[in-house]
């Protein structure tokens, strides 16, 4: 299925692109080394949760309907410390918050509430309610209940959660292993000299920063020359050992077969150009299970290649839920000129005292311009349009950060 002929939308591109990607092996992580990972199965309770009857406050537990004047404290009971003692009409036991409420007790005065006098306690009010101040047994979470759904990504919550259910252990996604090439004769280190013509590697970084923080374990990120043979040699090891290759450069028109010739002859190749800017040249190839993606050099086209495309792919290999990013819709607070092509502008999008969610750009959108994507938590999607859009039209926009109450 070779799908090289016309420009495809960036809609088109995705369907084709997660239409190629299988689903990878699972493996079982402690739950120190889960945060992240997506969780690969259901996490259904294996019992109740609190596994029993639990003290909210520190108080006395006593019969909520028992009307004698005081009442005798004969026991404590503390967290983690579980006596025999019942509690009677006339008695009370002194509890602690997270103490299994004592047999014979249905709630929990707070110490604020009670008057002690030398062995007994008094309660400062007229009603006890039944079962105040208690968490009953299975209140929060019952056994059987569906608690964490398949492609839940890992965070603190839902790992401190699998504690109190007695996993040890979760079963995840096995993390996709990806390769970062760089290509282009003019590129060296960023530490080292510039010589005439020469530029820094940037990509290779921020791609090898983009993965990681997409959830892949980059095994290999390197550079190769602009020479076909050699870059083919380079892919034909990556493809070998990799889930994901990810190439930059060599794909613009002056050199749109460099890359391509390298990719043909190793996989087929199901995309080479975008209705979108930046990132019009942009390879899609699969190479048996290993996706390839052959991204634009220019860094900005190369950033929104990754975030729009590659990262998906990622999702959808891990089983993450939702696959995704829906668009949010947005107010324009500047004029913004349309393309012939839909654009991705870096923006910066905010929420006003209204609700409402606000948009402008970061200035000149240049794809060689990484400026601006600094600072940026969205794209703008900017479809062709013969006139510009005007300020206070309504776009939608694809959220890659945090959205902050007030204009930054
Ligand atoms: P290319 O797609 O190879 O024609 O590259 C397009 C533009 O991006 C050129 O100006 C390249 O110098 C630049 N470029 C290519 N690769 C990188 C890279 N790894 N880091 C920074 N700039 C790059
Ligand atoms: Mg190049």
């Given at each position: 299925m070779q799908q090289t002929s016309r420009m495809l939308t960036p809609r088109e591109a995705l369907d084709i692109i997660l239409a190629h990607v299988q689903r990878l092996p699972t493996e079982t992580v402690m739950l120190m080394q889960a945060v992240g990972r997506v969780l690969a199965e259901p996490v259904i309770a294996p019992e109740d949760h609190p596994p029993f009857p639990a003290a909210t406050m520190d108080g006395y537990a006593v019969i909520h309907d028992d009307t004698s004047p005081w009442r005798e404290v004969i026991g404590e009971q503390y967290a983690g410390h579980v006596t025999d003692v019942v509690v009677t009409p006339g008695t009370a036991v002194r509890i602690t918050t997270g103490a299994p409420l004592p047999a014979g007790a249905n709630a929990v005065v707070p110490v604020e509430d009670v008057e002690v006098v030398d062995d007994h306690i008094v309660i400062r009010r007229d009603e006890v309610r039944p079962g105040e101040n208690v968490r009953p047994v299975g209140v929060d979470i019952r056994c059987g209940d569906l608690v964490i759904p398949a492609g839940t990504v890992l965070g603190p919550a839902e790992i401190g959660l699998l504690a109190s259910l007695g996993f040890a252990r979760v079963t995840v996604s096995r993390r996709p292993r990806v390769s970062v090439l760089s290509t282009g004769d003019?590129?060296?280190?960023?530490?080292?000299?510039?010589?005439?013509?020469?530029?820094?590697?940037?990509?290779?970084?921020?791609?090898?920063?983009?993965?990681?923080?997409?959830?892949?374990?980059?095994?290999?990120?390197?550079?190769?020359?602009?020479?076909?043979?050699?870059?083919?040699?380079?892919?034909?090891?990556?493809?070998?050992?990799?889930?994901?290759?990810?190439?930059?450069?060599?794909?613009?028109?002056?050199?749109?077969?460099?890359?391509?010739?390298?990719?043909?002859?190793?996989?087929?190749?199901?995309?080479?150009?975008?209705?979108?800017?930046?990132?019009?040249?942009?390879?899609?190839?699969?190479?048996?299970?290993?996706?390839?993606?052959?991204?634009p050099g220019n860094p900005v086209s190369a950033l929104v290649g990754f975030e729009i495309f590659v990262a998906t792919a990622l999702r959808a290999m891990t089983g993450q839920q939702p696959v995704e990013v829906e668009p949010v819709t947005v107010v324009l607070e500047h004029d913004v000129e349309s393309g012939d092509r839909i654009e991705y502008q870096r923006a910066i999008v905010w929420c006003d005292s209204d609700g409402t969610l606000r948009a402008r750009n970061t200035g000149p959108q240049s794809s060689a311009r990484l400026l601006s994507a600094v600072g940026a938590n969205a794209y703008l999607v900017v479809p062709p349009r013969a006139t510009p859009y005007r300020a206070g039209e309504r776009l939608q926009a694809i959220l890659r950060g945090p959205v902050r109450g007030q204009r930054a």
């Open positions: 003019e590129l060296v280190e960023p530490d080292a000299p510039l010589g005439p013509g020469q530029i820094r590697d940037s990509n290779r970084f921020m791609l090898v920063a983009a993965a990681e923080r997409a959830g892949a374990e980059v095994i290999w990120a390197g550079r190769g020359p602009d020479d076909v043979e050699r870059l083919t040699e380079l892919l034909r090891e990556r493809i070998a050992e990799s889930d994901v290759v990810i190439t930059s450069g060599g794909v613009s028109v002056g050199e749109r077969d460099l890359i391509s010739a390298a990719l043909r002859t190793l996989g087929t190749v199901h995309i080479e150009r975008l209705f979108m800017k930046p990132g019009k040249p942009f390879h899609f190839v699969t190479a048996g299970s290993t996706l390839l993606f052959g991204l």
